[in-house]
């Protein structure tokens, strides 16, 4: 049994491989976290992102959705000079809209939680992919997950970024076969 080739042998990447990604998420603050760094890690890799987290994490005051959609022109412009995060004025624009998006959607009294996992009827779908090649970058359950998203003002959750986030948060098992993270988050 091999641990899912795509972590490599980089330490940060093995734990978050072997102590995170895929481990079913309900926590809103949490899944909202991912939601950020998967929107902010759009057209670069994933280890990029996961090196900086601990910045945003500093940054954006924990991922703390009310101080965030409170950021005015001056806060944003401070992040985009901080050089520990990616200085994109879209994907930082769109951290702070998400996270008005976010309150919008707990004043209507719906979760995150409720939201996203409703699309999968509560449980994550355990895949059964034997090589990377198989493991898609979209599928209709994330299309129709980002025009939601969409919808209720969310920005940076297109389908494949969608994905991503399913793969993170445990919404889908796609761990590899041969992976013992597989059966292990199969099992419950």
């Avoid at 759009?42 to 101080?67: C, H, M, Q």
Wanted: charged letters at 30%.
């Amino acid at each position: 049994m091999e641990r899912c080739p795509w972590c490599g042998t980089d330490p940060l990447y093995v734990a978050y491989h072997d102590q995170e990604w895929g481990v079913p998420e309900h926590d809103d603050r949490r899944l909202f976290e991912f939601l950020l760094l998967e929107g902010a890690q759009a057209g670069l890799s994933w280890i990029t992102v996961l090196r900086k987290r601990e910045n945003y994490r500093r940054a954006l005051d924990g991922f703390d959705p009310e101080k965030i959609a409170r950021y005015g022109e001056r806060k944003r412009e401070q992040l985009l000079q901080d050089a520990g995060l990616i200085r994109n004025r879209l994907k930082m624009k769109a951290a702070v809209g998400n996270a008005q998006a976010y309150l919008d959607l707990r004043e209507a009294g719906q979760t995150l939680d409720a939201l996203l996992w409703g699309f999968v009827d509560g449980a994550p779908r355990i895949n059964h992919y034997r090589s990377l090649s198989e493991v898609p970058a979209v599928t209709p359950t994330a299309e129709a997950m980002s025009r939601e998203l969409k919808k209720k003002g969310f920005r940076f959750v297109g389908p494949t970024i969608m994905y991503a986030f399913m793969q993170a948060a445990g919404l889908v098992n796609d761990h590899l076969i041969s992976c013992p993270r597989h059966r292990q988050l199969s099992d419950g």
